[in-house]
């Protein structure tokens, strides 16, 4: 039940439909959800954790400005998938991925254990087997894509860049369940992936760095022609 609650009140404030400076108070919020007080407050500290609400006696709870929202949280992103800033969040998130794997590449290459090399070259040929056989849109291709991406910024032994996980974690995940990737992948993705896990293992930081930026840069043009096709459709 909190878990629900949570849900839909942060999914509700995500897509607008609360705005900023909307004030709401837990017995309204309770009589809307059919849940128990506890469990309405409990929601609200975690969206007020987030930066989504304030509260204070005598006022109430109040929408905050989206500004001061935890934008790496993967509740967060979660919401912004699912409603009206799917797009804007899409593009946010390739936007960092663009300027920091790179350099997780990178670092990887100089930095990985013997164990980490291994298990990116074999998360990268698992990857291209389940992408020629057409099986880039499956649940069993985006857990491996998620391990592939995980593993790569954990390997750069830097707990900043280690920290990203779970934001890229969530917009990989929310691609495929949202029916946004494709069931081939485009043309070299897939090579790019083992050629980063090869550079990796090589310890050549050059090689690593490069690989992953064409990796990134492709799916990115990717999502901006995504943008570009829904754009036309709606003008249609």
Do not use: C, K
């Not at 309770?30 to 407050?41: C, I, K, L, N």
């Not at 609200?44 to 954790?49: I, K, P």
């Not at 291994?118 to 880039?136: K, S, V, W």
């Amino acid at each position: 039940m909190h878990g629900d609650v949570l849900d839909a009140l942060g999914g509700r404030i995500a897509a607008g439909e609360l705005a900023p400076g909307d004030v709401l108070t837990l017995a309204q919020i309770e009589a809307e959800s059919g849940a128990s007080r506890t469990v309405v407050r409990e929601a609200v500290r975690v969206l007020e954790s987030l930066g989504m609400l304030t509260s204070r006696r005598r006022v109430g709870i109040t929408v905050q400005p989206r500004e001061g929202w935890d934008a790496f949280a993967p509740s967060l992103i979660r919401w912004n998938l699912a409603g009206p800033q799917r797009q804007q969040q899409l593009e946010a998130l390739m936007e960092l991925r663009v300027a920091v794997e790179p350099m997780a590449a990178r670092l990887a290459a100089l930095r990985a254990t013997p164990a980490q090399r291994d298990e990116l070259r074999a998360l990268a040929e698992h990857l291209r087997d389940l992408g020629r056989r057409g099986r880039a849109d499956t649940e069993e291709f985006m857990e491996a894509d998620v391990d592939f991406h995980r593993a790569l910024l954990r390997a750069s032994a830097n707990p900043q860049l280690a920290a990203l996980e779970d934001p890229v974690s969530e917009v990989l995940r929310g691609r495929t369940r949202l029916g946004l990737h494709p069931r081939v992948p485009a043309a070299g993705t897939l090579d790019e992936h083992l050629a980063v896990a090869l550079a990796v293992a090589a310890g050549d930081a050059d090689d690593a760095e490069r690989h992953s930026s064409t990796h990134l840069r492709g799916v990115w043009d990717e999502i901006a022609a995504e943008n570009r096709e829904g754009a036309a459709q709606s003008a249609g």
